[in-house]
């Protein structure tokens, strides 16, 4: 699937209960403290002690992801997961941030709405356009006809009111005074940031320290881990929708968490200070431009691996206006959130099953984190560790939304026909669906004659099966 791993949300609140515990407090350097006593608490000094220790915790907490997929117990999981516990999951990811995008947003809401008509004028009312560009081919110059603002949609419109922000910057139309409405669009905001970056630097593992682990920092990552989880899971099915391929069979689902936690793990050895996972953005932005080639995933992929070596080039983001980005927010979060619904064309909405577990599972997901969030100390078990779990657990919409559609789905009687289950399969096996029900998209790009040659390795849980038709899951 053209899915890109970026930074997940789901670490920071483990991350902040962990450098809440007593031990990881900042020192308090007193006025008159000699210079021996400020030696022991260099700034420097005290941050890398505490990345250590975060790294740690996602490493070894990222083992436990590998092992889920590579074991199968994640696909043991999907078989019994439905439409009803699918739409939930996905519509929170987006529901989830509206914050974020307000809060953004309304930094200049002119900015925004302007970014936001952009972004709708490259990607649907433009989307048929074609720009003539010229090519060289078989030994002559060729004119082509090339989708140009279909496929770069969201670029042009966020560049777009980008240039509009470095202009009226240029011309001191937006305020000067952090306290005055409008001074988020500015583009100068974050220009010592650009300066102090280095042209240069390559990361390496073990650049801030050798990791620390402490059980109380793991059980706390852990639970970042399986709301990860539940998070990608709902993402391989977007994605597959948006993209236009069949839902992701078993094999492929536990592939990808075993290479989610791979790369959570490489991801801690580098000490970036957060894990990856399928970055819910980049499956949004797959909805607008409409590309889902791997190949420019893969290209894009590479492309940021090596502009991220150039600390200049990585810093000039940041002085994109939070007004561009809230407008991006607007458009993409909401297609995330359509995305989620568009799974219910399969379940029968006239029963009352149905709309209870809907209702129930999408309101809790809303309610239940932000009174938590309102009320970060009323859990107190007594043990630490756990409080940190319930807590990270309670304050992630999607794992709340995905958890009660996944419970009462399959504890409250209803036939296969009212939950969804029969239209799915008879839409992905269906004898007229011959392209849903190829699944040979998901096939290792390699070695798939190894795996005809070794019957055996058919039984890993993580490898494709050698079968006319993947019976897929159930969803």
């Known amino acids: 699937l053209p899915i890109l791993q970026g930074g997940t949300f789901t670490f920071i609140t483990p991350t902040l209960a962990i450098l809440a515990l007593p031990k990881w407090k900042c020192p308090e350097v007193a006025a008159n403290a000699t210079a021996e006593s400020a030696s022991l608490t260099d700034p420097e000094e005290v941050w890398k002690v505490r990345m250590c220790e975060i790294q740690g915790a996602i490493l070894v907490a990222s083992v ?4 889920l997929g590579l074991s199968g117990l994640v696909g043991l999981v999907l078989k019994f997961i439905g439409p009803l516990a699918i739409a939930p999951t996905i519509n929170l990811i987006g529901l989830a941030l509206f914050r974020e995008a307000g809060q953004k947003s309304g930094a200049h809401w002119g900015i925004s709405a302007l970014t936001v008509c952009l972004i709708l004028l490259f990607s649907q009312y433009l989307s048929k356009v074609n720009v003539p560009l010229i ?3 078989d030994k002559k110059w060729k ?3 090339y989708p140009l603002f279909k496929l770069f949609s969201a670029l042009f419109g966020m560049c777009g009111a980008w240039l ?3 202009f009226l910057t240029y011309f001191n139309a937006l305020p000067t ?7 988020k669009a500015r583009t100068d905001i974050n220009l010592d940031a650009v300066s102090s970056a280095a042209w240069f630097f390559v990361p390496y593992p073990g650049q801030w320290g050798l990791p620390t682990v402490s059980f109380s920092s793991v059980l706390g990552m852990v639970a970042g881990v399986l709301a990860s989880t539940m998070e990608s899971i709902g993402d391989y099915y977007a994605c597959a929708r948006l993209s236009g391929a069949p839902p992701p069979p078993t094999h492929a689902i536990n592939r990808g968490i075993a290479v989610e936690g791979l790369g959570c793990i490489l991801a801690a050895l580098w ?7 399928s970055y819910s953005q980049n499956i949004a932005a797959l909805g607008i431009t409409r590309v889902g080639s791997r190949l420019v995933l893969q290209t894009s992929g590479l492309l940021m691996i090596f502009l991220g070596l150039f600390g200049k080039f990585s810093a000039a983001f940041i002085t994109i206006p939070d007004p561009v980005i809230g407008g991006m927010f607007l458009v993409m979060f909401g297609m995330i959130a359509a995305v989620g619904i568009s799974n219910l064309q399969y379940v029968d909405l006239n029963s009352s099953r149905n709309l209870l577990i809907l209702g129930f599972s999408t309101f809790s997901g809303l309610v239940l984190p932000t009174w938590f969030h309102s009320n970060p100390d009323v859990i107190n078990t007594g043990i630490t560790e756990l409080d940190q779990l319930i807590m990270v657990l309670f304050t992630t919409h999607m794992f709340i939304g995905g958890f009660f559609g996944f419970v009462l789905d399959n504890t409250i009687p209803g036939t296969d026909e009212e939950r969804g289950i029969k239209s799915w399969r008879k839409m992905v096996h269906g004898i007229n669906s011959t392209y849903f029900s190829d699944h040979s998209c998901y096939n ?4 798939m004659n ?3 040659r070794f019957r055996f390795l058919q039984h890993f849980p993580f490898l494709p099966h050698l079968k006319s038709q993947d019976q897929g899951t159930h969803l």
């Open 64 to 67: 436990l992801q590998v092992m």
């Open 444 to 447: 290792l790009p390699f070695c």
């Open 135 to 137: 090519a060289y081919k």
């Open 164 to 166: 509009v922000c470095f």
């Open 450 to 452: 190894l795996l005809h």
């Open 271 to 277: 000490g970036t200070g957060n894990g990856t996972t």
């Open 143 to 145: 004119v082509f006809q």
């Open 177 to 183: 005074s952090p306290d005055k409405y409008g001074y």
